[in-house]
């Protein structure tokens, strides 16, 4: 009898031990999510001269995992397909998208400038690199002086920057830049530029100095 009630026991005891298995490598939960280091809002503007540039301005959505940031992504319209006024921006969660926010206004851009041309070509696929950038922490430990990134749709050329909170930073600013330029491929005799926002703000022609090159 002893020796039944233990061969009971260890019967109990295995199929315990193999659901668990089965429960762990095979019925895992679908709705564990992968966190981001950051949470980050995504901003739409669509230029109306009739309105204030801020009433332009909308957050469409907030993110802070892996899987949201897709679902986002795989729901909105390409740049590309934008009409020429509309900018996305993306931000750090609590700052936005303008020069005058507290964590804006002492840093700047790093900017890319494309022609017109190249709108159907390299435009979708910087936007996404970029972001990835971002959200991925991509700039290692200088990923803190991250503010956010906006794309600019516009008739003569769209634009791509990204913003960091110090442009008097100098290593940070110019690490930040040499990994960003890698990360979209561009080749090395291809020069980009650091705005400061100060600088934009204050210009009195269409062109800003850079403060920066990589």
């Not at 709108?119 to 956010?148: A, K, N, Q, V, Y």
């Not at 960091?164 to 530029?193: H, W």
């Amino acid at each position: 009898m002893a020796s039944c009630a233990v061969q009971l026991i260890d019967k109990v005891t295995r199929r315990k031990v193999e659901k668990k298995k089965f429960e762990t490598n095979i019925l895992k939960d679908p709705c564990i999510k992968h966190p981001l280091q950051n949470r980050w809002g995504l901003w739409f503007y669509k230029h109306d001269k009739s309105k204030m540039w801020q009433d332009n301005l909308r957050l469409i959505t907030r993110f802070d995992t892996v899987e949201d940031f897709w679902a986002l992504y795989n729901n909105i319209q390409m740049p590309s397909k934008l009409s020429s006024g509309c900018d996305y921006s993306m931000f750090k969660d609590g700052i936005e998208p303008m020069w005058e926010d507290r964590s804006n206004k002492c840093g700047g851009r790093w900017l890319i400038t494309l022609a017109k041309q190249h709108r159907h070509t390299e435009l979708d696929r910087f936007w996404l690199e970029t972001m990835l950038c971002l959200i991925g922490e991509g700039f290692g430990s200088f990923s803190r002086d991250i503010c956010g990134s906006v794309i600019n749709i516009r008739a003569k050329g769209d634009k791509i920057a990204i913003w960091t909170s110090n442009a008097e930073n100098c290593e940070t600013v110019t690490y930040i830049g040499q990994k960003y330029k890698e990360s979209l491929g561009l080749p090395q005799k291809l020069v980009i530029g650091y705005q400061a926002h100060a600088d934009t703000a204050t210009k009195s022609n269409s062109i800003t100095k850079n403060k920066f090159v990589v």
